[in-house]
């Protein structure tokens, strides 16, 4: 059973930064291709960020130059650092997982397997 476990939300003002960690068990890492998405209330799930098994990088246009996503393969583990955070970041996030043998793409939430319980993202203006 693979299981995702996300953390590292919070409050934080406009122009601040949050990284978000996401561990995953169950499943052999580096057969995991990993995506983080958010959900705004009342709002459809969107993608925000994908990394293949060997590191390759995928952003929705929204985030670019502001948002990082990494994997540590030995821990585990993929990250997201968010940076110049504005308002319309918040969101809940949410860590998914899908085989790294999938030739699906990484920015729809259909194509996951695996999803985290979320975690929430507020940022003050």
């Known amino acids: 059973q693979v299981q995702l476990v996300e953390s590292g939300g919070g409050l934080v003002q406009a122009g601040g930064s949050l990284r978000l960690s996401c561990a995953v068990s169950?499943?052999?890492?580096?057969?995991?291709?990993m995506g983080w998405f958010r959900q705004a209330r009342g709002q459809e799930r969107e993608f925000v960020a994908g990394i293949s098994w060997n590191g390759g990088t995928f952003y929705a246009d929204s985030v670019k130059g502001r948002f990082t996503i990494s994997r540590d393969n030995v821990r585990n583990t993929v990250f997201l650092q968010m940076n110049s955070l504005v308002p319309e970041d918040t969101a809940a996030y949410y860590c998914?997982?899908?085989?790294?043998?999938?030739?699906?793409?990484?920015?729809?939430?259909?194509?996951?397997?695996?999803w985290g319980q979320g975690t929430q993202v507020t940022v003050s203006s």
């Open positions: 169950g499943r052999t890492f580096t057969t995991l291709a």
């Open positions: 998914a997982a899908r085989s790294s043998f999938s030739p699906a793409r990484f920015d729809l939430p259909r194509d996951y397997t695996y």
